[in-house]
């Protein structure tokens, strides 16, 4: 008796590369202008879905280090959950190069991206208590910020509508912005423990799952582990899952960074996620059994 899903990434990945064109947004929408800038929302929506539904929704920050970067990071992650039912969207927010911004803007917008998918439920078949906030590096940053960081939220919005996402998802994450981490030359020394996660730990957070690579040279892998052991200690739910060896964006896919050529990083990454998500139950969970083939 074998298992059917022990081999489905490689069915996955010939799949993949077949239809790497196809990832694609459903639609686009404008949830903020700021800097003179329409900043958008890339949504992924699942097979039939309508606006009556009420589907958990996963909002994905790309990493740059807040000074460049783009939503198409987050593409294929972002069709991968939405055909397991999800709503996923691939969030654009301001950075350096473009809005000659800060970290502190980036986090705003991230926060009101959160808000204002809350906001549409409704009007978008999603359920504002299912709102997950993921995000790679600095994304992961903003993602977290959400989560764990109060304040800096834009004050023409409806503050009685939260920022905070109900779980995190977090992708080698700046998690400390002191000098023991990274991006404190961009906050300023002044303002070090502002935005840092690890320096904000309370009880009361929100459920995270965090993937780090051992071998990151950007954000040290010490970092998320001292924010896990101190999200546990305050009684949070916190998983954290490390890749052994792996480097500074080992969860990308192929279709951001076409030159990958070992992919089972990515199709971990997204199976650890999806298993995360059913186990808080934003996705159903699967009868094992209906996997099970029987072989010679």
């Given at each position: 008796?074998?298992?059917?899903?022990?081999?489905?990434?490689?069915?996955?990945?010939?799949?993949?590369n077949?239809?790497?064109?196809?990832?694609?947004?459903?639609?686009?929408?404008?949830?903020?202008?700021?800097?003179?800038?329409?900043?958008?929302?890339?949504?992924?929506?699942?097979?039939?879905?309508?606006?009556?539904?009420?589907?958990?929704?996963?909002?994905?920050?790309?990493?740059?280090?807040?000074?460049?970067?783009?939503?198409?990071?987050?593409?294929?992650?972002?069709?991968?959950l939405?055909?397991?039912?999800?709503?996923?969207?691939?969030?654009?927010?301001?950075?350096?190069?473009?809005?000659?911004?800060?970290?502190?803007?980036?986090?705003?917008?991230?926060?009101?991206?959160?808000?204002?998918?809350?906001?549409?439920?409704?009007?978008?078949?999603?359920?504002?208590?299912?709102?997950?906030?993921?995000?790679g590096?600095a994304?992961?940053?903003?993602?977290?910020?959400?989560?764990?960081?109060?304040?800096?939220?834009?004050?023409?919005?409806?503050?009685?509508?939260?920022?905070?996402?109900?779980?995190?998802v977090?992708?080698?994450?700046v998690?400390?912005?002191?000098?023991?981490?990274?991006g404190?030359?961009?906050?300023?020394?002044?303002?070090k423990?502002?935005?840092?996660?690890?320096?904000?730990?309370r009880?009361?957070?929100?459920?995270?799952?965090?993937?780090?690579?051992?071998?990151?040279?950007?954000?040290?892998?010490e970092?998320?582990?001292?924010?896990?052991?101190?999200?546990?200690?305050?009684?949070?739910?916190?998983?954290?899952?490390?890749?052994?060896?792996?480097g500074?964006?080992?969860?990308?896919?192929?279709?951001?960074?076409?030159q990958?050529?070992?992919?089972?990083?990515?199709?971990?990454?997204?199976?650890?996620?999806?298993?995360?998500?059913?186990?808080?139950?934003?996705?159903?969970?699967?009868?094992?059994?209906?996997?099970?083939?029987?072989?010679?």
């Amino acid at each position: 008796m074998h298992s059917l899903k022990a081999i489905l990434p490689t069915l996955v990945f010939t799949a993949a590369n077949l239809s790497a064109s196809a990832f694609e947004p459903t639609t686009t929408y404008v949830y903020k202008h700021a800097s003179d800038t329409d900043l958008k929302l890339h949504v992924f929506n699942p097979q039939g879905h309508a606006s009556t539904d009420r589907r958990p929704v996963i909002v994905f920050f790309f990493g740059g280090g807040w000074n460049s970067g783009t939503p198409a990071q987050f593409y294929e992650q972002s069709q991968y959950l939405a055909d397991l039912g999800m709503v996923a969207i691939s969030a654009d927010y301001r950075v350096k190069s473009r809005q000659g911004t800060s970290p502190f803007e980036s986090v705003a917008d991230g926060k009101s991206a959160i808000r204002w998918v809350r906001q549409n439920a409704d009007r978008f078949g999603i359920d504002p208590e299912q709102v997950i906030a993921s995000g790679g590096s600095a994304g992961g940053h903003v993602a977290a910020c959400t989560g764990v960081i109060a304040g800096y939220d834009e004050r023409e919005e409806d503050l009685t509508l939260s920022s905070v996402p109900n779980a995190m998802v977090l992708f080698n994450p700046v998690i400390d912005t002191t000098e023991k981490g990274y991006g404190v030359d961009r906050v300023g020394y002044d303002r070090k423990l502002e935005l840092s996660p690890a320096h904000h730990v309370r009880p009361g957070l929100v459920p995270t799952l965090i993937l780090h690579g051992t071998a990151d040279t950007t954000v040290p892998f010490e970092n998320v582990d001292r924010f896990n052991q101190l999200m546990q200690a305050a009684g949070n739910d916190s998983e954290l899952v490390s890749f052994e060896g792996k480097g500074h964006g080992f969860f990308n896919g192929s279709f951001f960074r076409p030159q990958t050529k070992d992919r089972g990083p990515y199709f971990d990454s997204m199976t650890k996620t999806e298993t995360f998500l059913e186990r808080l139950g934003f996705l159903p969970r699967k009868n094992t059994t209906d996997f099970l083939i029987d072989t010679p």
